[in-house]
């Protein structure tokens, strides 16, 4: 039998476990907030039940070892099981429609601290916070990549059916990505819209909002944003074929085509859709004639663009636009002739390469020397020229044809003091049937963007751009054009 003091602290020890022992979940989570966020980003959450919301990493095995580190402050690994709960899983306990939900749970009644114990049978709930790094190779969610049909003729049903199967025997083991993938095309197919047509041909400019719930919502906002570029760009093409279904009556429906058009992604009825993520990328003028049949280049102008297709085939991204330039009797090639001692003719990317690497080497400042070339052009860089900035040096001629390319540009658009070829563009533009097809998400809102522009209407304007053009990067987007 222990002596009075033995005894006086049994029961001390008694009474504190006794009057501090925790029987509810809430609880003894929040009796690791405070540990868990010295460890990692995050904090607690009520959503759908108190819960430590943490960025425990970016798989399944680095967040289980992370709970670890939290609870293993405090508990032995006898001491506790952990349950993992499928992201969605909102029946067995998800705290979160994206990302694994962890629960401790304890087998034993444990001492948290000298002041506070749990009961056996309560658990300590984690959710993860944290995306995975991408995982959509480019190119996998496009009709191709998921395997749908080519030269067929979709209906709803048919099309649905297809991509959900496609999507659960690709991505049935990456529910972060099945997940939205497959909330994407309920809720596009699902859609009854403001507008309906009785004919693809009727079809004008379409603004259109789709609304997706919150679990929709929060599963897009916790994708990489790699991730959730290809949904848009790749994805879209079929949400756009499902989407144009829903709002305008068809005989044939929705057709991938085989082979790489580089404009049509899909047919609608016959007609061509051009699917475009956000603005989209400018699509080369060399992809546009390849959709021109030679009659239909019908003025002297149109002939004349026609001139400019030819030398984009012909010629790299650099040299396009010096060639393009000379056509255009550009005062910026009379210049550099000029300040060279050579012909217009002479001038190209190498020569201008050879004398960007003179500069350099003898430690000539290009807005010094180039200072009348920039001049006549209204385009120079911004900024110093700092060589090192450049990804390779075989790019050092961009302290030329970087502001060069901008100026064809400026010539184009009209500053040659004409727009014939702004509205030679724009009329070749209308003699192709294709309706661009304008997708985004806009998840503070909540909402699915689609908007429908067609080359056909008269109000939609072209100009030509220069895509990703830079001095440091002067070979980087060939001539393009974009609907204004």
């Known amino acids: 039998m222990g002596n009075f003091q033995d005894i006086k602290t049994r029961f001390e020890v008694a009474w504190l476990y006794e009057g501090k022992l925790h029987t509810d979940d809430k609880a003894v989570t929040a009796f690791f907030r405070n540990e868990a966020k010295k460890l990692f980003k995050g904090d607690a959450n009520s959503k759908r039940g108190y819960h430590l919301r943490l960025e425990l990493g970016t798989s399944n095995d680095e967040a289980m070892a992370n709970v670890k580190k939290v609870v293993d402050t405090v508990l032995k690994p006898e001491d506790y099981k952990i349950n993992v709960v499928e992201p969605g899983d909102f029946k067995n306990g998800a705290r979160s429609g994206q990302f694994f939900t962890y629960e401790v749970e304890l087998l034993n009644n444990v001492e948290l601290d000298r002041k506070e114990s749990a009961q056996a049978g309560t658990k300590i709930i984690f959710a993860n916070n944290q995306a995975a790094k991408g995982s959509i190779p480019a190119k996998a969610l496009t009709p191709t990549g998921l395997k749908l049909k ?6 709803p049903s048919n099309l649905i059916y297809d991509l959900k199967l496609q999507i659960q025997k690709q991505y049935g083991s990456k529910q972060g990505v099945a997940f939205p993938l497959l909330g994407l095309v309920d809720v596009v197919s699902a859609y009854k ?182 001049t006549i052009m209204g385009r120079k860089p911004s900024g110093t020229i700092d060589w090192k900035r450049f990804k390779t040096d075989k790019s050092w001629h961009g302290v030329f044809t970087g502001p060069l390319s901008y100026h064809v540009i400026d010539l184009l ?31 503070k809102k909540d909402m699915i963007e689609f908007k429908m522009r067609a080359f056909t209407n008269p109000k939609a304007k072209f100009e030509f751009e220069a895509p990703n053009q830079s001095v440091y990067n002067p070979s980087n987007g060939k001539l393009g054009f974009k609907m204004k």
């Open 413 to 443: 658009n009209g500053g040659i003091g004409s727009t014939k070829y702004l509205d030679a563009l724009n009329t070749i533009m209308r003699k192709v049937e294709v309706k661009q097809l304008y997708l985004d998400f806009l998840l």
């Open 193 to 374: 819209g403001k507008n309906f047509f009785n004919s693809p041909l009727e079809i004008t400019d379409i603004d259109d909002y789709i609304t997706m719930d919150e679990e929709l919502v929060e599963a897009m906002l916790a994708l990489d944003p790699s991730d959730l570029a290809v949904i848009g760009k790749d994805f879209g093409e079929v949400l756009g074929g499902i989407y144009l279904m829903n709002i305008c009556k068809y005989t044939d429906g929705v057709l991938f085509p085989s082979g790489n058009n580089p404009i049509v992604d899909l047919y609608f009825d016959g007609y061509g859709i051009s699917s475009k993520y956000k603005k989209g990328a400018a699509p080369t003028l060399s992809g546009v004639i390849k959709n021109l049949k030679e009659e239909q280049l019908t003025t002297p102008d149109e002939v004349e663009l026609n001139k400019i297709f030819t030398i984009l085939k012909d010629y790299g991204v650099t040299d396009s636009y010096i060639e393009v330039a000379k056509m255009l009797n550009s005062p910026a090639i009379t210049k550099l002739a000029e300040m060279y001692g050579v012909k217009p003719a002479d001038i190209t990317e190498s020569f201008l390469q050879t004398e960007a690497q003179r500069m350099q080497a003898e430690g000539i400042d290009p807005l010094v020397a180039l200072k009348d070339f920039y």
């Open 150 to 155: 080519e030269d067929y003729d979709y209906t």
